[in-house]
């Protein structure tokens, strides 16, 4: 019982809705069971003591029902009561935190049983409300599809049928829910593909960006569409800076405007952005995601139910040690490492930390964490071992590095968590990471010039080639200076 998926989720409970959990259940209107409330405050019990063993079935069965032989079947039928009144508070908590959802309920409840009186009532406070939102959001325009439902069919059919104004408000919302759910959620899935090997069907995407942009200046004053519209265009046509520049104007002067998952969303559809132009070798982009960063820091944008996602806290200490911020970084890393996700929380300290020590060139500290970090996903994996590879490369171990480079080969063609080109930007590296340590393993048998116009020709042959990731470091390390009499380099 104690491994049960009841009890595993009443302990990720805060102790708040620990304690409103509780009173849901005493609560004679939604439970008048009194066993299962007993069986709450056993599992509570369990909780404070820390004391699992209190969990055993037998030893809840005989809390339970003292003085009868045991039996499996009435805990086995307390734990469904209570699972089902779980699964009933949530909806509960979950209908009062939403805008709008409680008086939008009892509107079409009233509606069903023809008590107009306070239908009329509640919408009348409802527009009021509605009015005074500065957000046009999906919750907005959703709200007002419902709203703009009831009332205009309430109209048609028990006071005036040549009344078409409400309804027509009621298609104009339907239409701008779909547009930005669609448009948002399409966002999304694009982002997922450019990432990972996956397609999806988008269905008549194509003719709603052209209805869009042939009749946009009936939507370019809904925020929330001229938003995700733009981070779509940002998607799909990476070398225009217009749209994110957009973006960046909406994040400025109306974010206040926008609901805190779409303000999340802008955020994050940024950094994206500035980390592919990074990768694209647009150098300046990686004070402009610092400051973005930062930003979402202050905010506290970045953070989703108080935790900070592992590849964000990623992201800002690989950015601040690429830009030598070492103090703020190992600061943010100290500081930050509690909010990141319990399950990911020590890897992800024992990764950032590694990337810490190696930009500082403590490279021996670096290899020590690099150990103890685990493979837990395929962006773990690769982000690991080429930190590992750039680690074995400045402490000069050509054996490891080959090996290594052979190893993550093998690996990346293996894999079916990469798209195609993803892969070959990855072997791409790989094959011109080889050659640049070679080169610059047999350093001590060349001349300065012959040194110098082969790593020149590396250089150019990794320039011209389309998708190399890590293009930059390549490049970096061909413009190295190197002494050939003096460095066996590696």
């Not at 979402?296 to 040690?321: A, M, P, Q, Y």
Request: hydrophobic share 35%; net charge neutral; charged share 25%.
């Amino acid at each position: 019982m104690n491994q049960s998926r009841l009890v595993r989720n009443l302990a990720a409970l805060s102790p708040r809705d620990k304690e409103r959990f509780q009173q849901f259940v005493h609560s004679p209107y939604f439970n008048q069971h009194e066993k299962t409330v007993e069986l709450l405050e056993v599992i509570y019990q369990a909780f404070e003591q820390d004391s699992p063993e209190l969990l055993d079935k037998k030893v809840v069965f005989h809390r339970l029902f003292p003085d009868q032989p045991y039996e499996d079947q009435p805990v086995h039928n307390l734990m469904s009561y209570l699972k089902k009144l779980y699964h009933r508070f949530l909806a509960v908590e979950y209908a009062g935190q939403e805008p709008y959802t409680e008086q939008l309920l009892t509107m079409e409840n009233a509606y069903d049983r023809h008590q107009f009186d306070l239908l009329l009532n509640r919408a009348r406070q409802l527009e009021k409300k509605l009015k005074k939102s500065g957000r046009r959001d999906k919750n907005f325009h959703f709200a007002q599809y419902r709203l703009n439902h009831l009332i205009g069919y309430y109209e048609t059919i028990f006071v005036d049928r040549n009344n078409p104004k409400v309804l027509q408000r009621m298609m104009d919302h339907l239409d701008r829910y779909f547009i930005v759910e669609k448009l948002r959620n399409s966002c999304h899935l694009t982002a997922n593909q450019l990432i990972l090997n996956t397609e999806f069907d988008f269905s008549f995407l194509d003719e709603l960006l052209a209805h869009l942009q042939a009749y946009w200046s009936k939507y370019e004053q809904e925020l929330s569409i001229k938003m995700y519209f733009h981070i779509l265009f940002m998607l799909r046509e990476e070398s225009d800076t217009q749209h994110y520049s957009t973006l960046k104007s909406i994040l400025a002067e109306q974010s206040e405007d926008l609901s805190q998952a779409e303000v999340h969303d802008l955020y994050h559809f940024c950094y994206n952005f500035c980390i592919r132009q990074i990768n694209l070798g647009v150098a300046e982009y990686q004070w402009e995601l610092f400051e973005l960063y930062q930003k979402g820091l202050d905010s506290r944008v970045l953070f989703e139910s108080g935790l900070l996602h592992e590849w964000d806290f990623k992201n800002i200490v690989t950015l601040g040690c690429g830009l030598k911020q070492f103090e703020w970084t190992e600061n943010f890393i100290e500081t930050y490492r509690e909010y990141l996700p319990e399950t990911s929380r020590d890897n992800a300290y024992k990764y950032n930390l590694a990337m810490l020590h190696f930009s500082k060139e403590d490279y021996d500290k670096a290899l020590q964490e690099l150990l103890h970090v685990q493979f837990t996903d395929v962006n773990y994996h690769l982000s690991t071992n080429f930190l590992l590879l750039r680690t074995y490369y400045a402490l000069k171990d050509t054996e490891a590095l080959l090996s290594l480079i052979e190893t993550l080969r093998i690996y990346i063609m293996r894999t079916k968590k990469l798209t195609t080109e993803k892969k070959r930007s990855y072997t791409n590296f790989l094959r011109f990471a080889r050659k640049l340590v070679l080169v610059k393993h047999q350093a001590h048998t060349l001349s300065k010039d012959e040194l110098k116009n082969k790593l020149h020709a590396l250089s150019k042959q990794v320039e011209n080639t389309e998708l190399v990731m890590f293009r930059n470091w390549i490049t970096q390390e061909c413009a190295t200076k190197v002494d050939s009499r003096s460095s066996a380099a590696v």
